[in-house]
């Protein structure tokens, strides 16, 4: 039985084409058959694009090396833009000598987060929505200086952990890790099955003596419950508590 030619089907340009690029791929199958060279373009060996590198190329035009090395400067680059990007606009022109700051949070609070925003940690923790917990930590920032500053919410945190393929640490977390200043916002609103990660999260920075400020709704016997009493027990030896409204 004979086989059915189907190009005769094709209009006369389309099956000129087609017959040409046919025989071009014969050709590079011969080749490739026969060619021992180490870089050829017909077997797409090709050279790495790297300069002075002379592997082969796997990836986008690199080696196996240079395409993990600029995997990792990708990672590295996005962790920086994570830490230099900071904290909300909102709350950029929030300062610690406002008059309707130290009018919603007292004088008490505003004292309190003039001494932690020289160094060190801080709780600011008030269970009303509208207390003035961020805008205080904001001030905080301002008065402090931002370089190196890391602004994210125990949710961000939480979800990154959540979330992350297996066997490879999220780039927020690696930043909140590394931050000079670290400023999670609302502490404890996160779903209760990743607060794991925020967990791990401090613990790393109380070991790095890294400071770190929380914001939070929850009592200390709340975050005991819910983080456990070590955790509670080390924000209680090197936080600084501020409570907005506080008598």
């Known amino acids: 039985m004979k ?17 040409a690029s046919a025989e071009l791929e014969r050709e590079r199958l011969a080749h490739m058959a026969t060619c021992t060279l180490p870089r050829c373009a017909p077997c797409r060996r090709i050279g790495c694009s790297a300069p002075t590198c002379h592997e082969l190329a796997t990836s986008d035009g690199l080696c196996p090396h240079h395409f993990a ?26 300062r610690l000598s ?13 004292q309190a987060a003039t001494t ?5 940690w801080a709780v600011i923790e008030a269970a009303r929505s509208g207390a003035g917990k961020t805008s205080l930590a904001a001030a905080m920032v301002i008065e402090r200086g931002r370089p190196g500053l890391v602004w994210t919410t125990a949710r ?15 780039a927020l977390l690696i930043a909140c890790r590394r931050a000079s200043l670290l400023v999670i ?6 779903a209760d099955r990743f607060g794991a990660s925020v967990a791990d999260v401090l613990f790393d920075r109380f070991d790095d003596a890294r400071d770190t400020w929380l914001t939070t709704p929850l009592t200390e016997a709340q975050m005991s419950a819910r983080y456990g009493a070590g955790l509670t027990r080390r924000l209680g030896e090197v936080a600084e508590a501020i409570r907005p409204g506080a008598a």
């Open 156 to 170: 961000q945190v939480a979800s990154a952990g959540a979330y992350s393929r297996l066997g490879e640490e999220p």
């Open 98 to 110: 406002d008059a309707w700051l130290r009018r919603l949070v007292g004088a008490r609070a505003i």
């Open 69 to 94: 090395a600029r995997i990792e400067h990708d990672r590295r680059a996005e962790i920086h833009g994570l830490i230099v990007a900071a904290m909300p606009p909102l709350f950029t022109d929030v």
């Open 3 to 19: 086989s059915f030619d189907f190009t005769s089907m094709l209009p006369r340009e389309l099956r000129e084409e087609f017959v």
């Open 116 to 120: 932690a925003a020289r160094s060190g």
């Open 185 to 190: 916002d609302e502490f404890g609103t996160e």
